[in-house]
């Protein structure tokens, strides 16, 4: 149950000027620049933060090359390492209501997710982490008797991550659990509008014991202090989640640095597949809206295309219009909202584009389409369902990131296929059907990192998160995820 009280009590707490915390201190920007934090939920400032140069990023990676090179962490035993992460994540979630509120006004997701999906879950993978890391081990080779072949898995230094807004406890965490686990030091960039909880953090892993330098936080432009984090010499890797623009540039500027490797989570257009046969069209439905609208659609597995088998295409776009109107949108830190705010105004204006642009090519609006409670101030828009959707379209192309769902008939598995195939994305996927051969079928043809089935958007820590195609590389959550923070180290060594 979530303590209503406490949340009114923090609906409007005033917050601290928000600093970077580099080298295991708070500190300014060097040129003492300022930025102003506005919240979504009602257009107004709540918090100024700092806001970095080159300058205050270059000074965060000398520190953490500094703590990754005298040992301070990565020489400690990983049961120790484990210790002071596990402290970490108990600090964290002793926090976790106070934690998810700030982070409600900083980025607008409801309450009730927020609180799981952003503290507990950030806890949670810390947790995770860190009871993994001591239980790691090198391997022998087979070699001949004359030989000892040995593997060792070694932290691979100092590691840049770039996280998005709309959750970023969650993804910042799915980083910097495996990566410090490893023993790796950490730069981490929040998103501009979304960076005061990942500060907390930070200055919560200090107060667990996790020595200066370890974990730095810089707080500023992305074109700024990412492109200043991309193209120093001194990270040896980056960590990205977001769009594919930056993703693409990031690439760009490690080769003309010091080819870094660059592993890249950057969003889909994901199909959810909708066939006759599906097991229960009510769980269908309610599952669907939940799929595209929570968070307001700001999730990177979000089920922005639905393809509904032709025959019953109409009957389960009535029912689902019905159940997103349903839905209530407004206030997020009211825990009986379904969706809350869009997290900026410049992300609510795209939205619209898209909308608008779809209007102008003649598809249908079923329901929404605007703005709403501008009264508020703040950056509202009712959940939208288009249909009769192009597979051409841009908005059956392009990630809209907000609540906008691209609705498309199909008539035989094959062309499903072929439509949930067609754009450049390959982040998740889901069909319905209670065939248990065209599930099967499905997850095979289906070209994406997840496929569900009879669900959208389950899913836990142990398995693996990551796109194909333009959706990215590498992986996040679960074991696999130390693969980008371990390297492989041989010995060879002559008996
Ligand atoms: P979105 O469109 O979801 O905001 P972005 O890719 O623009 O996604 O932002 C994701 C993260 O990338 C944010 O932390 C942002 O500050 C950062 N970022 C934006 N531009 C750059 C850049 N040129 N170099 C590095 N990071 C960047």
């Given at each position: 149950m979530l303590d209503v009280k406490r949340i009114e009590s923090l609906r409007h707490a005033a917050v601290a000027p928000v600093l970077h915390v580099i080298d295991g201190t708070s500190r300014p920007s060097r040129d003492g620049a300022t930025s102003e934090v506005i919240s979504p939920l009602d257009g107004r400032a709540m918090a100024v933060m700092a806001w970095g140069t080159a300058a205050d990023a270059e000074d965060a990676i000398a520190a953490a090359r500094r703590a990754?090179?005298?040992?301070?962490?990565?020489?400690?035993?990983?049961?120790?390492?484990?210790?002071?992460?596990?402290?970490?994540?108990?600090?964290?979630?002793?926090?976790?209501?106070?934690?998810?509120?700030?982070?409600?006004?900083?980025?607008?997701?409801?309450?009730?997710?927020?609180?799981?999906?952003?503290?507990?879950?950030?806890?949670?993978?810390?947790?995770?982490?860190?009871?993994?890391?001591?239980?790691?081990?090198?391997?022998?080779?087979?070699?001949?008797?004359?030989?000892?072949?040995l593997v060792h898995r070694a932290p691979v230094g100092v590691v840049g991550a770039i996280v998005p807004w709309n959750f970023p406890l969650m993804i910042g965490a799915w980083k910097l659990g495996p990566a410090l686990a490893a023993g790796n030091t950490v730069v981490l960039k929040p998103a501009e509008t979304a960076s005061l909880t990942l500060v907390r953090i930070a200055e919560l892993a200090l107060e667990a014991g996790m020595p200066a330098g370890v974990l730095n936080v810089v707080l500023g432009e992305g074109k700024v202090v990412g492109e200043a984090m991309s193209?120093?010499?001194?990270?040896?890797?980056?960590?990205?989640?977001?769009?594919?623009?930056?993703?693409?540039?990031?690439?760009?500027?490690?080769?003309?640095?010091?080819?870094?490797?660059?592993?890249?989570?950057?969003g889909g257009k994901s199909p959810n597949i909708v066939f006759a046969d599906a097991p229960s069209l009510d769980e269908a439905v309610k599952v669907s809206a939940m799929g595209i609208f929570r968070n307001s659609g700001q999730v990177c597995v979000a089920g922005s295309r639905l393809l509904v088998e032709r025959s019953i295409h109409d009957e389960f776009v009535a029912r689902l219009v019905r159940?997103?109107?349903?839905m209530k949108v407004g206030d997020p830190l009211d825990p009986a909202t379904a969706a809350g705010a869009v997290n900026s105004l410049a992300q609510l204006e795209q939205n619209l584009r898209f909308v608008a642009e779809a209007r102008a090519m003649g598809r249908a609006i079923a329901t929404g389409g605007g703005r709403v409670l501008e009264a508020t101030g703040g950056y509202y828009m009712a959940p939208t369902i288009v249909t009769g959707v192009n597979p051409a379209d841009s908005l059956a192309q392009a990630e809209v990131f907000g609540p906008v769902l691209a609705v498309m008939p199909f008539d035989t598995e094959d062309e499903a296929v072929a439509i949930a195939n067609g754009t450049d994305y390959g982040l998740a996927a889901a069909v319905w059907t209670t065939s248990l051969s065209r599930a099967h079928r499905m997850v095979r043809r289906l070209r994406a990192g997840i496929v569900h089935v009879n669900t959208y958007g389950g899913s836990d820590l142990t398995v693996?998160?990551?796109?194909?195609?333009?959706?990215?590389?590498?992986?996040?959550k679960s074991l696999h995820a130390f693969d980008k923070y371990l390297d492989l180290k041989s010995a060879w060594i002559r008996l």
């Open positions: 990754f090179e005298d040992g301070r962490w990565s020489g400690l035993p990983p049961a120790e390492r484990k210790r002071i992460m596990l402290r970490w994540a108990a600090l964290i979630e002793a926090q976790a209501l106070d934690l998810a509120v700030l982070g409600v006004r900083n980025n607008g997701t409801e309450i009730g997710m927020a609180l799981k999906a952003e503290p507990l879950s950030a806890a949670a993978t810390i947790r995770y982490y860190a009871e993994a890391v001591d239980k790691i081990f090198g391997e022998i080779a087979p070699t001949g008797d004359d030989v000892l072949g193209l120093s010499p001194e990270i040896d890797v980056l960590v990205f989640t977001g769009s594919g623009g930056v993703g693409r540039r990031l690439l760009e500027n490690a080769a003309k640095s010091n080819l870094k490797r660059v592993y890249l989570e950057l159940a997103t109107e349903a693996p998160l990551g796109g194909v195609k333009q959706s990215g590389n590498g992986h996040d």
